[in-house]
């Protein structure tokens, strides 16, 4: 523990603050640092193996935005936030992307690829056969709550507004949705 860290209270007085807004004013931006250290949240985030099997997008495009609101049940956060994360996860993680990862990893931890080897080969079979009834669609989604999390609590921390939505039809585009009828907005999560 540093000096800088939080103290108990002030973690739980933050968590306190916090709520899930409904309404941003869409003419406040945040600042850039906060905003930076907020991104970092979702980059440090654990995840099963270091592998990350997920994608964050930051939306600005306004156009966009709006579409994306149409296939939010009409929810408001999705245009007036200051910003709109879109958590994704990446589907079809194989070799390729263990190989990759291990590369990396050696390349930070500077030693040689080789010695990783057998936790990269660990990783692979994990994949190829995970030990329990899960998809892998599924075990990366996990993943993603857990960076949903850190980004909710990050900004509780630095008192920034924040609003998560799976009030949302993510297979609208492809034409694979089941019709989610809501009454004018009303009885959202
Ligand atoms: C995974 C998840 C999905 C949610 N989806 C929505 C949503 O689509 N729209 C919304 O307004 N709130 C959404 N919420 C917020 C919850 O409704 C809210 O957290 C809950 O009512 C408790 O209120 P509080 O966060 O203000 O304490 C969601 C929360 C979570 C954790």
Known sequence: MTQSSATPDQVIQQLNWRYATKQFDPDRTLPDEIWSALEQSLVLAPSS????PWKFFVVRNPALRQQLREHAW??????DASRLVVLAIKKDIGAPEVDQFVERMATVRQVPAETLEGYGDMVKKFLAAPPYPLTMDGWATRQVYIAL???????????VDACPIEGFDAAKDRGLNKRVTMPDNKGIQ
């Open 49 to 52: 193996f270091g592998l990350q």
């Open 74 to 79: 009409g929810q408001a956060q999705v245009t």
């Open 149 to 159: 999390g850190f980004l909710m609590y990050s900004a509780a921390m630095l008192e």
